[in-house]
């Protein structure tokens, strides 16, 4: 399975940004898809996952109301649509993908994952 992130950039606090990930070299309907993020000198953090059913979604708690991640099937693509951002929001952000375990804890958990993108940059300025 191969994963492209793409849509990040720079922006100011308050704006919209939407983040696009890619999926190719598997059916699209078997992976489970998962947004991460990491900022400069601190851990991977979970943000947002969807199932491969585009079911049941996951988010962190600082995501919750002003993110929401969907998929388009027609696209073999997952978004993450980010709203209201804040300065904190900067991070590189990973999609990542997942073909067998999924939901409750494993959803958060990067070990979970077996595949991921490259990660694309979104700063937001104060």
């Known amino acids: 399975v191969q994963l492209q992130a793409s849509g990040g950039g720079l922006v100011q606090a308050g704006d919209s940004l939407t983040l696009s990930c890619a999926v190719s070299g598997r059916p699209f309907s078997s992976a489970n898809v998962g947004w991460f993020r990491q900022a400069p000198g601190k851990e991977r953090e979970f943000v947002a996952a969807?199932?491969?059913?585009?079911?049941?979604?996951y988010y962190s708690d600082s995501a919750k109301g002003r993110i929401a991640i969907s998929k388009d099937n027609a696209r073999n693509t997952v978004f993450l649509q980010m709203n209201s951002l804040k300065p904190e929001d900067t991070a590189v952000y990973f999609c990542?993908?997942?073909?067998?375990?999924?939901?409750?804890?494993?959803?958060?958990?990067?070990?979970?994952?077996?595949?991921w993108g490259q990660g694309t940059l979104v700063t937001v300025s104060s």
């Open positions: 990542a993908a997942s073909l067998t375990f999924f939901g409750g804890s494993y959803t958060r958990t990067p070990s979970t994952y077996d595949y």
């Open positions: 969807i199932s491969r059913s585009g079911g049941p979604t």
